[in-house]
């Protein structure tokens, strides 16, 4: 039986992050493969420019409502990601701007301030919903567990950046405003009035936003 339950456990665990089978899988978009993840390029046809990113070190445009500007390094733009388990982001910002509340449904993220001072946060799971929150000035580090609402505000007067690196190749990103609020098709109006116990033209003028 004790063998047993260790065989789940190790199958278990192994489904969730595999470890990758060759040296690499450089992702190959064109490819009709249905995988969990994306196919691999033949090996044959790998070059250096396959695991190369240029770029992270331009500034992202903030004139947006929010004041702030994520550049992804995730498989999409590094294909030598594929099957790795990791990718990053730097995140611009202007004076108070702000990362919504968002989840990353497949990765823990790590941050690191490279300039200016951050407030930074995340909420626990029901019952508790814990904010857990701090404000981070240059050098500091902060942990996203995955899949918890997080958000991060520059509070200082000049623009900040940080850098995440990301437990998936492929983290994904839910952005809780635009997922609930602007959804294809649109949430039930009375749904969301009963859920956030507010009149449904409150919900009307926010799904309008999104």
């Not at 456990?9 to 993840?37: H, K, M, W, Y």
């Not at 900040?160 to 492929?170: D, E, F």
């Amino acid at each position: 039986m004790i063998l047993s339950l260790l065989a789940v456990t190790f199958t278990l665990v192994i489904a969730f992050e595999p470890s990758p089978l060759q040296d690499f899988c450089v992702a190959d978009p064109t490819s009709s493969a249905r995988v969990n993840g994306l196919a691999c390029l033949d090996s044959k046809l790998v070059q250096a420019n396959h695991f190369f990113f240029s770029g992270l070190h331009v500034p992202g445009n903030t004139s947006n409502p929010l004041g702030s500007r994520v550049t992804p390094v995730t498989v999409g733009q590094l294909p030598g990601l594929n099957t790795l388990g990791i990718s990053l982001a730097r995140i611009d910002y202007a004076p108070w701007g702000v990362i919504p509340p968002h989840t990353h449904p497949r990765a823990t993220e790590i941050l690191t301030v490279q300039q200016g001072k951050l407030f930074v946060g995340f909420v626990t799971s029901n019952p508790d919903n814990r904010l857990i929150s701090k404000v981070l000035g240059t050098g500091d580090v902060f942990v996203f567990p995955v899949g918890l609402p997080h958000f991060q505000q520059n509070i200082g007067t000049g623009k900040a950046v940080s850098l995440s690196t990301l437990s998936s190749q492929n983290p994904g990103v839910i952005t809780i405003a635009n997922a609930v609020f602007g959804s294809t098709p649109p949430i039930a109006d009375d749904v969301l009035a009963k859920a956030f116990q507010v009149d449904k033209s409150v919900i009307t003028r926010l799904q309008a936003q999104f």
